[in-house]
Every structure is written in structure tokens, then in C-alpha cells.
């Protein structure tokens, strides 16, 4: 079985997914790789046409935002919508250029929807949002993460100069209003001295530093990134909109417990006050409140860390989620 990944480059967590969805195969034994082309191409997908060759794979595996230019590349094509943003609760923090773009990426995806053999969404609710917006079904496939890579620490040679005696949160992703990052500084205000916030700038290497305590350590690597995962006390995510977050996944696969918003496909990940809090979209208090609870009772912290780990490994490997796409893959051979 021959599957191939074509996609333009996101600076997202969707190129994340493609690259780790190739190294898994291909440990499973499908000759699986990816294909890669400059970001200028969302915007116009079908100008990778002359680009495509025909028929040299089983299996087109292509995000929705751009899969109708590929899929004449292989016998069959399957589809995955990683985020609807065409949810009308989105509508109310897009700029006016975002608007623009989503209509445009509304009919791509419409074109990629009409010619897949198979679509897929990486969350329940983003499957939901499919029939609700297109009016076509889509299989849910959760995310998974690699609970070999992301894990819990025993020991670390780790120095960081920040953040003794204060409890440490952590923000993973790209700076934009879609994440609350716009949020972060209003947090961290509120939360005050005995607080740290340490923020990557994400795969677009954005930063902020509106409050005082709030540290931008830069674009991390895999090796960084768990380091931190283990450092740090608690993830601090407010985002506004997820498919299924995998900066969450990550973080609960290193027995963080997690601060975030109660909405979209977090409730999927996050189960309210077992692995963390579940916080009203926007509203700074509840997520200050939030931390502050997690701060005054560490043991209880503690535990829900443990409690997203053993979920991670028994719900959201990156294992049982590439075995379920074998399956679709091989469904559609028969």
C-alpha cells in the first residue's frame, strides 16, 4: 500500500500532524511520505495542478483546505479537516482579511469535499461542523500523539533561571487571536509575582511580552519542548477554536494538567477538574481563578496530571489513530 501526503506549508499544527502521520505508517510497514509546497498555494490551490502527477499512489491523504488539486494522484482520495473556521462562533474574532480568505477557503474545501472518497475530521465536534456547514458526513478520527516521545520526566539535567519559587504555566502555539493569545497578558497581570508564564513563539515565531512575567523562550525543538512540558506546572490555553489541539495532547501526554477554554473540541481532551479546567471562552477571572486553584492545591495538581497521562496513552495515541486510518485505507482497497 502506497500513501502519499501532499500539502503547502501551514506553520501549524496541520503540518505537524502530516509528518508524524508518515513516520508512523511507515514504522507500521505502509510505504508512506509526504510532499511539501510554499505557503502561496493555499490561496490558490489549483495552480499545483501541472505539479501533480497522476496515479503514483494507492491513497491521496490531503488536508480539505487544499486536497481538490491532488486527487488525481492516486486511486483513491481521502480528505481530513483539521479545523472548521467557518463555525459561525469564529465569526466575531476575524479581521476583515480573515473573512475574505475563509470564504475563499470555503470553496476549496467544498471542491475537495465533492471528489474525496473518504472524509475525515480530527475531532468529534470538527466532523459535526462538517455536516452542519458542507451538508456532506464525515468520520471522526481523534488526534493522537506519540506517548513515546511526550512523557513524563524522572530526571532532567534542565537549568532554567526563571521561575524558582513561582508556579510556572506554559502557552504552546502561534501567537493569534484564535488561540487567546490576546488574553495571556490580561492573565498574567491579574495572576501577578507569584506567577510565570514561559511562551513559545510558535511555528510562526511570533512573541509576546505585554507583562512582566511572561518569558518568551523561542522556537523550541522536540527535546526542548519536553523539557518544558516537564518544567512548567500547568498549560495555560485559552484558545477560541480547535480542531483537536495537539499542543494539548502533548501536555497531557507529559502529565501536565491543563487550564483551557470550555469550548468547541476541548471538552473532548480535557475532562473538568479530573485533568484540569474547563474555563468560559474570554472570561480572564475564571482562567486567573483557574491557576490560582491549581497553585494552592499542588497534590490535587498532581493528580490530574496523572490522570490526562494515563488518558493520553489509553485514548489519544498516535498509534491507535494511524491503525484506525490503516483500516479506512485498506476499506477502501478492498
Known amino acids: 500500500m502506497k500513501v502519499v501526503f501532499p500539502y503547502t506549508y501551514a506553520g501549524s499544527g496541520s503540518d505537524v500532524w502530516t509528518m508524524s502521520m508518515v513516520e508512523q505508517l511507515t514504522k507500521m510497514g505502509v510505504d508512506a511520505s509526504a510532499t511539501v509546497y510554499p505557503k502561496h498555494y493555499q490561496f490558490y490551490p489549483y495552480l499545483l495542478k501541472p505539479q501533480v502527477r497522476k496515479n503514483v499512489a494507492d491513497i491521496v491523504h490531503t488536508n480539505s483546505w487544499t486536497g481538490g488539486a491532488f486527487y488525481h494522484q492516486g486511486r483513491f482520495h481521502v480528505t481530513t479537516e483539521h479545523l472548521v473556521v467557518h463555525d459561525p462562533l469564529v465569526k466575531p474574532y476575524k479581521s476583515f482579511a480573515q473573512r475574505t480568505f475563509h470564504k475563499m477557503v470555503y470553496q476549496h474545501e467544498r471542491s475537495a469535499f465533492k471528489r474525496a472518497d473518504v472524509i475525515t475530521a480530527v475531532s468529534n465536534y470538527s466532523a459535526e461542523q462538517v455536516a452542519l456547514q458542507f451538508k456532506v ?35 504552546v502555539g502561534n501567537f493569534s487571536v484564535r488561540k487567546g493569545a490576546d488574553l495571556l497578558p ?88 479530573k485533568g484540569g479546567r474547563l474555563c468560559p471562552v474570554d472570561d480572564v477571572s475564571a482562567f486567573v481563578d483557574a491557576v490560582i486553584s491549581l497553585a494552592d492545591s499542588p497534590l490535587h495538581a498532581k493528580s490530574m496530571g496523572e490522570f490526562n497521562r494515563e488518558r493520553a496513552e489509553s485514548s489519544f495515541s498516535l498509534t491507535e489513530m494511524c491503525s484506525r486510518y490503516v483500516k479506512l485505507y485498506e476499506a477502501l482497497l478492498i
Open 186 to 273: 490580561k492573565i498574567m497581570s491579574k495572576l501577578g509575582d507569584n506567577f510565570i508564564l514561559f511562551t513559545t513563539t510558535g511555528l510562526q515565531d511570533k512573541a509576546i511580552t505585554e507583562a512582566e512575567n511572561i518569558v518568551s523562550i523561542g522556537k523550541c525543538n522536540h527535546q526542548q519542548l519536553l523539557e518544558y512540558y516537564n518544567y512548567c506546572d500547568a498549560l495555560l490555553f485559552p484558545t477560541r477554536l480547535e480542531g483537536l489541539s495537539l499542543t494539548t495532547l502533548e501536555a497531557m501526554a507529559c502529565g501536565m494538567p491543563v487550564v483551557t477554554s470550555d469550548c468547541f473540541s476541548m471538552p473532548e481532551l480535557i475532562v473538568d477538574k
Open 137 to 171: 458526513p464525515a468520520k471522526a478520527i481523534q488526534n493522537g500523539i506519540d506517548t513515546t516521545k511526550f512523557y513524563p520526566k524522572t530526571t532532567s539535567n534542565f537549568s532554567e533561571p526563571y521561575g524558582k519559587g513561582k508556579f510556572k504555566l506554559l502557552f
